[in-house]
T-cell receptor, first 113, second 114 residues
């Protein structure tokens, strides 16, 4: 069955700390990978995406993610977090000729000033 | 360019009633997908419409239905509401159907069933 796992459910960091959120997927075949962010009181926004090509993708606000096919992983990273990065982060995958996004359970990130 | 809009933003209904939610995609986007977000189940795919045709359907009972109009606007309907249908219903649009296009989400409709 298709699934996405986010192992970190709740992460607390201090400003300027580095961030890495784990994401593993289970999907047979070619996949497209996404990270979405949901800031408090706001709607889901696309942070970055991977369709093909360079496995290291850069997104908005200094975020990046690396697709490692052999590990079925797509971890999100940011070298130095800010208080404004406090939000919930969702990893998601689509596969085949479909727009059906399969989401992970989300990681709630709290950045302390 | 205006984003995805959803109406109404908040809704309170009673068990057994039915409800219709509306979604207007980004101008030029032809694919509309619907998702349900709850604290317990997270974000779950309901269905996708493209060119007025349902392309994909998630694992929800037949009480959940939808449609898409020729202008790409979409509605979803939930009949015989149950308490468990209380959720945030999100609509997402993309340029076309298919895997190579990102989806943009609206603010959602918060449905409370009492």
């Amino acid at each position: 069955a298709q699934s996405v796992s986010q192992h970190n459910h709740h992460v607390i960091l201090s400003e300027a700390a580095s961030l890495e959120l784990g994401c593993n997927y289970s999907y047979g075949g070619t996949v497209n990978l996404f990270w979405y962010v949901q800031y408090p009181g706001q709607h889901l926004q696309l942070l970055l995406k991977y369709f093909s090509g360079d496995p290291l993708v850069k997104g908005i606000k200094g975020f990046e993610a690396e697709f490692i096919k052999s590990k079925f992983s797509f971890n999100l990273r940011k070298p130095s977090v800010q208080w404004s990065d406090t939000a919930e982060y969702f990893c998601a995958v689509t596969g085949g000729a479909t727009n059906k996004l399969i989401f992970g359970t989300g990681t709630l990130l709290a950045v302390q000033p | 360019k205006a984003g995805v809009t959803q109406t109404p933003r908040y809704l309170i209904k009673t068990r057994g009633q039915q409800v219709t939610l509306s979604c207007s995609p980004i101008s030029g986007h032809r694919s509309v997908s619907w998702y349900q977000q709850t604290p317990g189940q997270g974000l779950q795919f309901l269905f996708e419409y493209f060119s007025e045709t349902q392309r994909n359907k998630g694992n929800f009972p037949g009480r959940f239905s939808g449609r898409q109009f020729s202008n790409s606007r979409s509605e979803m309907n939930v009949s015989t509401l149950e308490l468990g249908d209380s959720a945030l219903y999100l609509c997402a649009s993309s340029l076309v159907g298919g895997r190579s296009y990102e989806q943009y989400f609206g603010p959602g409709t918060r449905l409370t069933v009492t």
